[in-house]
């Protein structure tokens, strides 16, 4: 009886629960919408990712799409066709063009970010046929092709101009593959004038590994001049007094450049092989000069400067391993330079600078930075020093032996006004701004160089003093910089005001004031010392 009791009171427990379940189901949530209206406004999918692609021609030509900037969504493909004018060729494309179709003139780039492509265009090149067979009757004073700059040795005198960018490609096969003959040489140079017209000479070759004086011209005599020409791609080796444009410069050169490599046992210059007092103003290298065998004077503009030269630099590898006087911009200097420098990675035997490998000249305002290494003599800025240098510094890492420094590796004369930062070791007699001095007067210098040396005669502005002429005044080291605690070793000389401080005093422009700086004309503050010029 109880257990009949107990189950129906389960059973009305279990309908009541169902009953209460199903009136909450049916009872609508006040929150809930039971017939929602739809978004008038959803949110639209993302716009796809815009690109920009610039289009840009060199020469005379066209392409489609034509010359300008566009727009396009990400993951389009562009196709661009280069279309020369007639009489004119496609010679490639530079810029953001894909891998491997630099000289394929129908190309396609996928957007997949900001692209800026050019299209260049010369005249089709002169066959190494017509460069050999050239004549007296070919001569022209408007050069508009590689057979008519070749004719120009049948006359040295006259005033040539460039029409137009030519392509010298059929050199490589001309006269046995020595390529294109000099203009001139040391006995007979070039007299007369050429005017390039700000116009550039392609894929010039020359292997003339047997003779001297090469280069397009082989000499230039004091009353020619070569202004505004641009060589691209040249390939030149010669055996002695080898420059891309000029094997020895008598003449003035204004405004020329050189991209390309460069062999040559002597004398090896990017630019000028010799300049022999000519002048070269306002130009420059960006060439691979390699210095063949064992001898010396590599430079990345010019291998030996005995003119002035102004306003240029240099880029590049300069290699000379086994070479005396190799250096980033001179080989080996006894001329003029002023407002220049170079960039480079120099190596060398001895003698090696990252600016000249040898200065017994003069050089004013100019600078190197890049990587040097050599041996016995090695400077950021000049591997040994007989001449003057003003207003000039190095911010290079250079490796050498004894011998080396931050800005020179052995000094001999005047050193005014200058600095050295970078990274430097060396060996033996190595300091952050000079490895040794020896008759020399330094002034107005100072060194934050880091030196690191296991070595004797180490120390962070001048490494050895060696000789009771020497005068050495108002020059300082960064202890903290250079990583030495002394600015010189034993002092031998006249030493005035010679110290090394610390990094705040370095700072501090009362330091350079209190010793004569002159901020008037030379020095400003920029956390350290640097030149008005820079």
Known sequence: MELKRNWKIISLIVIAVLIIGAVIILIPDPEVDPDPEPDPDPDPD????????????????????????YTYEEGEEIEITALPEAGREFERWSGDYPEGVSQEDEITVEMDSDKEITASFIFPADSAEEIEGVTEDDRSYNITGCAELQAMKFDLTGDYQLAHDINCEGTEGAYEGKGLEPLGDR???FSGSFEGNGHSIYNLHIDRSDEIHVGLFGGTESGGTIENIHLENAEITGAEITGSLVGINRGEMENTSSKGTLESERRAGGLVGWNHGGSVSESQSKVQVTGTGEDQSVGGLIGYNTGTVLDSHAEGNVKGEQHLFVGGLIGRNAGEISNSYSNS???GNRFVGGFTGENNGEILNSHAA???TGGERTGGLIGYNDGAVHGSYANTTVEGNDYTGGLIGDNRDTVENAYSTGKLTGDGSTGGLIGRTRGGEISYTYSTTNVTVAGRDVNGLIGRIAGEDDSVSNSFSDQERTNQPGAIGVPDGTIENVEALSSEEMQDRSTYEDAGWDFEEIWRMNNYPRFQWE
């Not at 993302?46 to 900037?69: A, D």
């Open 46 to 69: 993302p716009e796809p990712e815009e690109y920009e692609l610039i289009i840009n021609i060199e020469g005379e030509g066209t392409t489609e799409p034509e010359e300008g900037n």
């Open 370 to 372: 890049g990587v040097i």
């Open 187 to 189: 006995d007979i140079g």
């Open 345 to 347: 990675e120099v190596t």
